[in-house]
């Protein structure tokens, strides 16, 4: 298995790569760790529900804390490394999606370099 290495160089791609999607999905550029350790440094109530955990998945995104987690050292490959950078920022993006078609649907077109407007929260103001 070839495990994706963790060094500056590719540390600084991927940040790259996340402020390159983040602006095409038109949302703030996350913080972005790269190591579980980093997680387990981040202040508790940022990584709370997927601290300890984050080891397990490729990637976590903190949907509260505009934070996500590229678990770098888990990640087998080029290409799963950008899935997982998009994946996570499509969570970042549709807030309120969960995993599914739909989903999966908006990964793709991601992957294939579409833009998104900017999300906006519906009026709770429906009549007047
Ligand atoms: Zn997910």
Known sequence: MNIVKLDPELSLQILEKVGIYSNRFSISEPKTLLATKEVLDAPKEMTEGRRTSAYKYYGVAYLQHNLVFINVRKIPDEKTLENTIVHELIHMRFPYLAH????NKLVRQGLKGKSFPPYRKRSKI???
């Not at 599914?100 to 989903?103: E, M, N, S, V």
Request: charged share 30%.
């Open 126 to 128: 429906s009549a007047i």
């Open 100 to 103: 599914g078609k739909r989903f």
